[in-house]
């Protein structure tokens, strides 16, 4: 994979719930695909990620078309983990052969399933797990499974499990992260708070929190949501393949020194795409903003023009424009003055295509204190509220909360 340090950045691509290679979600795929690899090659961003539930029923012909989709962008990085609908009736098998071939291709990163004896019925039980860790840009990924230990399979509900030996994996690379010096985030297929086993939950929700995990990526709810606890972002971004709340896309994701962001982009909303990655919003802040009267604004940009192309300009509530400049293959920055009371920061981008992007955040002040631990770690019980800037309703329509029943 590339190596691009200004800033880590990927895209998020909902559930899928793949049926028939003719379906709505199936051509949204391709499209999203297309537009993101397009971004890849221009080094905007450095993988796509699937977080399971790729295929409704988790069979090999719905695998198939997702073989296709990414077939037809083979330089694009590919990180995809398992979810519940992939062992929909019980098995794993038909998962296991896309796994195979798609994670131990270059695409995929060469990764390979861990074959685990693990305790079901009484009895050990061969299991392969699909989890897997890498860095990138900068960033210690760490890929958790919390389907294949479980049991779960259609009519007998969810039971997301870790597992011994992938617990005792994630202690051990959470702990060589914190040597190394490395920001982590983790991939998931849900909260933490949804594994089946308590202790597991509070093992899980423990580590993150008190190794500093900077963003948990998930998918599962169906809807966008952030859920930011002082230290750590959990996000998860709306389903492909069942959606309820609005235009389908994809959400992007970023760490930029101390500040992680994250905002979903429509497929019907044309580039450029503008997310502010530093200062931090006073919603996902883990730190308060430094003194003096002057501070750093840095924005992700993407875009299909040359970055030559690319005007770009801050605004503080409302004020004068000040040019922001690059910093980077697909970061801008600018130094401006940010006076005493100042709330909003915006930044606009336009690309010489007729289309252009505006993104605003309220930045944290410099008396921010980070709130103490939630009472439910790892949980949404802290999720945002509505924020239209970042394309989140906030009224949670997804089969696991007040959506429909899929």
């Given at each position: 994979?590339?190596?691009t340090?200004?800033?880590?950045?990927?895209?998020?691509?909902?559930?899928?719930?793949?049926?028939?290679?003719?379906?709505?979600n199936?051509?949204?795929?391709?499209?999203?695909?297309?537009?993101?690899?397009?971004?890849?090659?221009?080094?905007?961003?450095?993988?796509?990620?699937?977080p399971?539930?790729?295929?409704?029923?988790?069979?090999?012909?719905?695998?198939a078309?997702l073989?296709?989709?990414?077939?037809?962008?083979?330089?694009?990085?590919?990180?995809?983990?398992?979810?519940?609908?992939?062992?929909?009736?019980?098995?794993?098998?038909?998962?296991?052969?896309?796994?195979?071939?798609?994670?131990?291709?270059?695409?995929?990163?060469g990764?390979?399933?861990?074959?685990?004896?693990?305790?079901?019925?009484?009895?050990?039980?061969?299991?392969?797990?699909?989890?897997?860790?890498?860095?990138?840009?900068?960033?210690?990924?760490?890929?958790?499974?919390?389907?294949?230990?479980g049991?779960?399979?259609?009519?007998?509900?969810?039971?997301?499990?870790?597992?011994?030996?992938?617990?005792?994996?994630?202690?051990?690379?959470?702990?060589?992260?914190?040597?190394?010096?490395?920001?982590?985030?983790?991939?998931?297929?849900?909260?933490?708070?949804?594994?089946?086993?308590?202790?597991?939950?509070?093992?899980?929700?423990?580590?993150?929190?008190?190794?500093?995990?900077?963003?948990?990526?998930?998918?599962?709810?169906?809807?966008?949501?952030?859920?930011?606890?002082?230290?750590?972002?959990?996000?998860?971004?709306r389903?492909?393949?069942?959606?309820?709340?609005?235009?389908?896309?994809?959400?992007?994701?970023?760490?930029?020194g101390?500040?992680?962001?994250?905002?979903?982009?429509?497929?019907?909303?044309?580039?450029?795409?503008?997310?502010?990655?530093?200062?931090?919003?006073?919603?996902?802040?883990?730190?308060?903003?430094?003194?003096?009267?002057?501070?750093?604004v840095?924005?992700?940009?993407?875009?299909?023009?040359?970055?030559?192309?690319?005007?770009?300009?801050?605004?503080?509530?409302?004020?004068?424009?000040?040019?922001m400049?690059?910093?980077?293959?697909?970061?801008?920055?600018?130094?401006?003055?940010?006076?005493?009371?100042?709330?909003?920061?915006?930044?606009?981008?336009?690309?010489?295509?007729?289309?252009?992007?505006?993104?605003?955040?309220?930045?944290?002040?410099?008396?921010?204190?980070?709130?103490?631990a939630?009472?439910?770690?790892?949980?949404d019980?802290?999720?945002?509220?509505?924020?239209p800037?970042?394309?989140?309703?906030?009224?949670?329509?997804?089969?696991?909360?007040?959506?429909?029943?899929?």
């Amino acid at each position: 994979m590339r190596e691009t340090h200004d800033v880590f950045a990927f895209a998020h691509i909902g559930d899928l719930h793949l049926e028939g290679g003719a379906d709505r979600n199936a051509d949204d795929l391709r499209a999203i695909l297309a537009e993101i690899d397009g971004l890849y090659g221009r080094g905007l961003l450095d993988f796509a990620y699937l977080p399971g539930d790729l295929a409704e029923d988790g069979r090999a012909a719905q695998y198939a078309i997702l073989i296709e989709a990414l077939a037809a962008h083979p330089s694009l990085p590919v990180r995809l983990i398992a979810g519940d609908h992939d062992r929909q009736h019980g098995t794993m098998t038909d998962f296991d052969a896309l796994f195979t071939q798609m994670m131990g291709s270059a695409q995929g990163g060469g990764h390979r399933a861990h074959d685990h004896a693990l305790s079901k019925s009484g009895q050990p039980d061969p299991v392969p797990q699909y989890y897997f860790a890498e860095t990138i840009a900068g960033v210690r990924c760490l890929f958790l499974d919390m389907i294949s230990a479980g049991y779960g399979r259609k009519g007998f509900g969810l039971d997301f499990r870790l597992g011994p030996d992938q617990r005792e994996w994630l202690r051990t690379e959470l702990a060589a992260a914190d040597r190394d010096g490395l920001p982590c985030a983790v991939f998931a297929h849900t909260y933490p708070d949804d594994l089946q086993v308590p202790e597991e939950t509070t093992e899980l929700a423990g580590l993150i929190r008190s190794h500093g995990v900077r963003l948990v990526e998930m998918g599962h709810t169906h809807y966008n949501e952030l859920a930011h606890d002082g230290r750590t972002l959990y996000a998860a971004a709306r389903s492909v393949g069942q959606n309820e709340e609005g235009a389908v896309g994809y959400a992007v994701a970023a760490i930029d020194g101390a500040v992680t962001s994250w905002r979903f982009k429509p497929l019907d909303q044309g580039l450029p795409f503008v997310m502010i990655t530093s200062p931090a919003d006073r919603r996902l802040a883990t730190e308060p903003l430094g003194p003096g009267g002057t501070i750093t604004v840095r924005a992700l940009v993407l875009s299909n023009a040359p970055q030559a192309a690319w005007s770009c300009q801050a605004h503080v509530d409302g004020g004068p424009a000040h040019p922001m400049r690059p910093a980077g293959p697909r970061i801008v920055e600018a130094q401006i003055p940010w006076p005493d009371g100042a709330q909003r920061l915006t930044v606009t981008v336009a690309d010489g295509t007729g289309g252009s992007d505006t993104e605003t955040i309220e930045p944290v002040s410099c008396g921010f204190t980070p709130p103490p631990a939630p009472e439910r770690p790892g949980s949404d019980a802290f999720r945002t509220e509505a924020w239209p800037g970042k394309g989140i309703r906030g009224d949670q329509l997804g089969p696991n909360r007040n959506g429909r029943d899929w």
